[in-house]
Nanobody
Framework: QVQVEESGGGLGQPGGSLRLSCTVSGRTFGSYSVGWFRQAPGKEREFVAAISWSGGTTPYSDSVKGRFTISRNSARNTVFLQMDSLKPEDTAVYYC??????????????????????WGRGTQVTVSS
């Protein structure tokens, strides 16, 4: 069974940095992409960033482009989200998810939630002075 677990959330200051980790364990299927999403209070969940199996394709939402960086380790079982120049509007619960079919279908990592089949429980990020 596949398990996805986020860590690294907490309190950050405006202009500061936090780094989130997403650890994948268990029997995965194929060469999976990983996506980060977030949900702020009273808002719908939204796409943040994603990374392909190779790490060569990394789409970002416009709201985080240039401030956040997604990467994965060489073992490809951990994905990081480096968040710099934090803003109060980055406050949200951050979720990590797997897309195990993207590579098979020959498509890049997606911003669509329905492409992702395994989700973590989320980690809270609060940006406040």
């Amino acid at each position: 069974q596949v398990q996805v677990e986020e860590s690294g959330g907490g309190l950050g200051q405006p202009g500061g940095s936090l780094r989130l980790s997403c650890t994948v364990s268990g029997r995965t299927f194929g060469s999976y992409s990983v996506g980060w999403f977030r949900q702020a209070p009273g808002k719908e969940r939204e796409f943040v960033a994603a990374i392909s199996w190779s790490g060569g394709t990394t789409p970002y939402s416009d709201s985080v482009k240039g401030r956040f960086t997604i990467s994965r380790n060489s073992a490809r079982n951990t994905v990081f989200l480096q968040m710099d120049s934090l803003k109060p509007e980055d406050t949200a619960v951050y979720y990590c998810a797997l897309d195990q079919i993207a590579s098979m279908q020959g498509r890049p990592p997606s911003a669509r939630e329905d492409r992702y089949d395994h989700w973590g429980r989320g980690t809270q990020v609060t940006v406040s002075s």
